[in-house]
Each structure stands twice: as C-alpha cells, then as structure tokens.
C-alpha cells in the first residue's frame, strides 16, 4: 500500500530536527515500509536540498538543511528595525503564510528595537536562517546584558530575578518611551523563545513550563535573543494579544506567572519575602494567574502573603492558581480561609 509522501517528508524533518540519528530505522518502523525504502526516500530529500547527510550508511545521521539564510552587522546608532525587518529579514520569510510573517515581523523589529534603545551596545547582529520545517532568528547585542540591566534598575537582589520580572510583563527601564510588552507577547508568539546574558538562559518552548538556567561555565557578553516558528504555524498574532488583554479596550491586563522561576538555586518556597518577589508589579494587572507547575510545596508564610496578605492590600487583583500539586492546593486553600475570616 503507497505511503503519503507529504506526511512523509513532513514526519522526517520534524525528528531529523529533533535528533537524527537511525532516521531511516525510524521512519521504516513508524511507516510499515523496509529500511531501504525509508532510505531511499531521504536521500531524495538531500538531493532537493531538504536535508543533509552526514557520516557512513550504517552510522548516518541527518539534519536540516539552511536553504535560505541573511545575516547582518549594524551600527545601532540611528538604525532603524523596520529597514532590517525589509531589507534583511522579509526577503528570507516573503512567501511564508500571512500568519507566520505578522509574528516574524512583530518579534524581529520588537527585538532589534530592544537591543538598539537599551542595550548600549555600539552594534548589533541579526542571524536568520531557514529550513524547510522552520526559521529561527538571532538578535545578538554586546551591551550590559538585559539581566544586569534590569536588576540594576530595578534594584534586585539577584540578577536571575530579573527573568522572573520579565515573565510576568509590562516591565520596562524606559517607561516614557515603551510599555514593556514586547518581550512577553514575543516569548508566547513563537514556537521557542530564549533570551542568553551573562550564564544565564531563560526559555520559552510553546506548551512547556519556562526554565531559567546557567550556562556554566561559558557566558555570553551582552544579550543573545532567539526565535524559532515552524513555517506552517496557525498561530496568529492577535489571537495572543487577545488572550492577555480586556476585550473592550486591548489593554495589557493578564499575565501568567510561572511561580517555580521565584526559586533561586532550588530553594524552597517558604518566606513572606519569597512571596513578595513573586507579587512584585502585580498591582499593573487585573488578571494574574499563577502556574505552579513545578512546585511540590509551598510554606505557610509564603502562601498566606500572596493570598492573604496581596489580595487584602489589592482587592481590584484577581489572583489565580493553576496546576498545583497536593501540598500546594493544600496551602493554598488554608490561606484562602484564613483571608474570609
């Protein structure tokens, strides 16, 4: 029985992005046809220049291959996003469906704009390159690191709170010139969003809880900014904006925040001071739904801060938790009784 070759194609690029080691054993498997098939139909896909292939028959392994790519060096000073957006960026992404373009041209000219108002950095980098699966876009600064820079202007502690700050939104350190939205409605735009400065990395993969990481011991000189959308995303812009903002005037008032990135160096959540790291800036918001993904426990304190304490002092803010585990809900609701009485 003939096999769909577009499912096909679309199958093998999608696991020779993730790993493309036995593909042809794979895909043979997964498809009910022989290992000489399957094999047979690859090396048609690197002859079109979909894929590339490296290594023996018996040990080959594929990747993706960039068949379109633009990168540029710029002198930030005077430039304008919009003219590496048209010059640089569009002619890669110009017969992408309207959908993937709005997004593309959203967090491309949001991110060059970024790195050319707040980094400090005396030039920029913008890498796009493209596959038959997907592109991804680099915007690269050698400024004083987006972390740094909010920590100091915001006068944290730690630096890796920074990235908590940034999840939640509407965080700017220029607040006469922009909203701070982009970076927000970026990160849940694309397929995958990942910010890199100093050793830290905080990333964003559609479906998946965020991670704030180190990178030990490499670190990066100022701010490293990527993107990834498959070429075939249904997601649409305004669906995003939508999802975050009070219909009647699409005004910035949800936000989602992952509570497990309040946890410096694995540590327990338990204090009040915890708790006001995470409620920090809330007051901006009207809707707040906490993600405790993650969290197995929470203590007494922290608990009765948040849902206590917060709610007494901002009664205009509805607080809600999702995805907690037993112990959580637990606490949870023990701070909620002790708020009625």
């Not at 009910?32 to 392994?61: D, F, N, P, Q």
């Amino acid at each position: 029985m003939p096999i769909d070759g577009d499912r096909f194609r679309r199958r093998a690029l999608e696991l020779a992005a993730r790993d493309g080691r036995g593909l042809g054993s794979r895909l043979a498997a997964e498809f009910g046809i022989s290992r000489a098939a399957a094999s047979a139909r690859l090396r048609a896909m690197v002859r079109e220049g979909l894929l590339v292939a490296e290594g023996t028959t018996r040990s080959r392994t594929y990747r993706l291959a960039t068949i379109d790519r633009a990168d540029a060096c710029y002198r930030t000073e005077g430039l304008d996003e919009e003219v590496v957006w048209r010059l640089q960026c569009r002619p890669v992404l110009r017969d992408l469906p309207e959908n993937v373009r709005d997004i593309w041209h959203y967090g491309i000219t949001e991110m060059v704009n970024n790195a050319i108002e707040h980094s400090g950095s005396a030039t920029i980098e913008v890498q796009l390159h493209r596959t038959a699966l997907d592109a991804t876009c680099a915007v690269i600064d050698h400024g004083i690191g987006i972390f740094r820079k909010i920590q100091e202007a915001l006068g944290l502690i730690d630096p890796r709170e920074a990235m908590l700050e940034l999840a939640k939104g509407k965080l700017t350190t220029d607040p006469e010139h922009h909203t701070g939205e982009g970076i927000f409605f970026s990160s849940k735009a694309f397929d995958h969003f990942e910010i890199r400065s100093g050793s830290l990395v905080f990333a964003h993969d559609d479906g998946v809880p965020d991670v704030l990481a180190e990178r030990e011991p490499v670190e990066v000189r100022g701010t490293v900014v990527v993107m990834r959308l498959r070429n075939d995303s249904t997601r649409r812009l305004r669906e995003i904006f939508d999802r975050f903002a009070q219909p009647e005037g699409y005004t910035f008032s949800r936000t989602i925040v992952p509570v497990r990135l309040a946890a410096l160096e694995g540590e327990k959540l338990l204090s009040r001071s915890q708790a006001r790291r995470i409620t920090r800036r809330f007051e901006r918001f009207e809707h707040v739904l906490l993600d405790f993904r993650g969290v197995e426990e929470i203590g007494q304190a922290f608990a009765d801060e948040i849902f206590r304490v917060f709610r007494r002092e901002h009664p205009a803010v509805s607080l809600q938790p999702v995805n907690m585990a037993p112990k959580v809900e637990a606490m949870v609701r023990r701070a909620l009784a002790a708020a009625r009485t």
